[in-house]
């Protein structure tokens, strides 16, 4: 599976942005998907997941309620709406497939594919 993410920009703080993730091959309907985000000098940090049947969505503290994961198996693509962004929202995000058991959804090992990054910024 290859991976690209895009849509990322520059928006005010309280703004929405949405961003996404194409994905390549057949076998885009058995994995799980997830974004992951990265601020420079600190590790990568769960922001959402969706299970390959799109019927769980799971989200970290941090961004539960403004964020909102979803997939299109027609165009093998996923989302992440994010609304009411923050400051500390900015970072590059990637997205990611794999199947982690749910012990491991929320780290980063748990995931076999990822994509590039795409990076928002949010100004105060």
């Known amino acids: 599976v290859q991976l690209q993410a895009s849509g990322g920009g520059l928006v005010q703080a309280g703004g929405s942005l949405r961003i996404s993730c194409a994905a390549s091959?057949?076998?885009?309907?058995?994995?799980?998907m997830a974004w992951f985000r990265q601020v420079r000098g600190k590790e990568r940090e769960f922001v959402a997941a969706?299970?390959?049947?799109?019927?769980?969505?799971y989200y970290s503290d941090s961004v539960r309620g403004r964020f909102t994961i979803s997939r299109d198996g027609a165009k093998n693509t996923i989302d992440l709406q994010m609304n009411s962004l923050k400051p500390e929202d900015t970072a590059v995000y990637y997205c990611?497939?794999?199947?982690?058991?749910?012990?491991?959804?929320?780290?980063?090992?748990?995931?076999?594919?990822w994509g590039q990054g795409t990076l928002v910024t949010v100004s105060s």
């Open positions: 990611a497939a794999g199947n982690p058991i749910l012990s491991f959804l929320r780290q980063s090992s748990g995931y076999n594919y």
């Open positions: 091959g057949r076998t885009f309907s058995r994995y799980g």
């Open positions: 969706v299970r390959s049947s799109g019927s769980n969505a």
